[in-house]
């Protein structure tokens, strides 16, 4: 860690007391910075086993041969594409009830990542669909639903841009996140309440699975690499959220301080050990 975040790390422990001293940006910052790269190194290690499974290890299905691999991809998005929404929601409720900072920046750093899982889970659906249903796309309830939800990420963002003040901007955001939410359960139950193409839920925590053990093993090892990617990915994007929202703050312009002399050529041992010789 640098000298600069073990500072204000230090800082963050004096002030505040139990967990929720973490509420604060100021405090939260050094943290998020600390696991970044223990959940990027996670996912990465994931990411390279669970491909590995399933690409090398598992079986071929007797039924669809090796295009059923898609699998490994594509329910692992689609899985973190209805998760991250629901956790989303989740921040942007505590947020507007609260008014709480933090929250609706942890929102605002979600986003983007949900929206690129959908996409994905969108279009391995369509190379999953070619060889399988004969068409790219159909307008089956799992993948429409899927597409609104795709909009409502796109949408969330696009509101959140249009208005200058922030504040305002996560309100908005969040009622639009809140009113989304039902699009959620409708994507995970439409293979249940209407007759569609798409094929029903192989794991299920009432039945047994109706795979191939390797199979589920591959997928479920890089659905913990996609939540492990996200985690690192939503803690960096809120760092600099908070540090765009915060950069008249005191503390954010000593943090730019500390870090800026931690980097001079001066504060560096190399330099030093050169200066001397």
């Given at each position: 860690?640098?000298?600069?975040?073990?500072?204000?790390?230090?800082?963050?422990?004096?002030?505040?007391?139990?967990?929720?001293?973490?509420?604060?940006?100021?405090?939260?910052?050094?943290?998020?910075?600390?696991?970044?790269?223990?959940?990027?190194?996670?996912?990465?290690?994931?990411?390279?086993?669970?491909?590995?499974?399933?690409?090398a290890v598992a079986p071929t299905d007797h039924q669809?041969?090796?295009?059923?691999?898609?699998?490994?991809?594509?329910?692992?998005?689609?899985?973190?594409?209805?998760?991250?929404?629901?956790?989303?929601?989740?921040?942007?409720?505590?947020?507007?009830?609260?008014?709480?900072?933090?929250?609706?920046?942890?929102?605002?750093?979600?986003a983007p990542t949900g929206a690129m899982f959908t996409?994905?889970?969108?279009?391995?659906?369509?190379?999953?669909?070619?060889p399988t249903w004969g068409a790219w796309w159909v307008?089956?309830?799992?993948?429409?639903?899927?597409?609104?939800?795709?909009?409502?990420?796109?949408?969330?963002?696009?509101?959140?841009?249009?208005?200058?003040?922030?504040?305002?901007?996560?309100?908005?955001?969040?009622?639009?996140?809140?009113?989304?939410?039902?699009?959620?359960?409708?994507?995970?139950?439409?293979?249940?309440?209407?007759?569609?193409?798409?094929?029903?839920?192989?794991?299920?925590?009432?039945?047994?699975?109706?795979?191939?053990?390797?199979?589920?093993?591959?997928?479920?090892?890089?659905?913990?690499?996609?939540?492990?990617?996200?985690?690192?990915?939503?803690?960096?994007?809120?760092?600099?959220?908070?540090?765009?929202?915060?950069?008249?703050?005191?503390?954010?312009?000593?943090?730019?301080?500390?870090?800026?002399?931690?980097?001079?050529?001066?504060?560096?041992?190399?330099?030093?050990?050169?200066?001397?010789?």
């Amino acid at each position: 860690m640098s000298t600069a975040n073990q500072i204000f790390a230090s800082r963050a422990e004096s002030s505040g007391s139990g967990f929720f001293k973490y509420a604060s940006p100021q405090t939260f910052f050094p943290l998020a910075g600390k696991m970044i790269p223990w959940f990027a190194t996670a996912a990465v290690i994931l990411a390279v086993a669970g491909l590995y499974i399933g690409f090398a290890v598992a079986p071929t299905d007797h039924q669809q041969g090796d295009s059923y691999r898609i699998i490994f991809l594509h329910v692992p998005a689609a899985w973190m594409s209805m998760f991250i929404y629901v956790v989303m929601a989740f921040w942007s409720f505590v947020g507007l009830t609260l008014n709480t900072r933090l929250s609706s920046m942890m929102a605002t750093a979600l986003a983007p990542t949900g929206a690129m899982f959908t996409f994905l889970a969108l279009w391995t659906g369509a190379l999953w669909g070619k060889p399988t249903w004969g068409a790219w796309w159909v307008w089956d309830a799992r993948l429409t639903s899927e597409l609104i939800l795709l909009f409502l990420y796109i949408g969330f963002m696009a509101l959140q841009a249009s208005i200058d003040d922030a504040r305002r901007a996560d309100k908005a955001g969040a009622v639009l996140a809140l009113v989304g939410v039902v699009n959620v359960p409708i994507i995970y139950f439409s293979v249940q309440w209407w007759n569609t193409l798409h094929q029903g839920s192989s794991v299920s925590l009432t039945k047994a699975p109706s795979m191939a053990m390797t199979m589920l093993l591959g997928m479920l090892v890089m659905a913990f690499a996609a939540w492990a990617y996200t985690i690192a990915v939503a803690l960096a994007r809120v760092r600099c959220i908070v540090l765009e929202r915060e950069k008249h703050t005191e503390w954010v312009r000593d943090w730019y301080e500390q870090s800026l002399g931690a980097r001079s050529p001066e504060n560096r041992p190399n330099a030093r050990r050169g200066d001397e010789a």
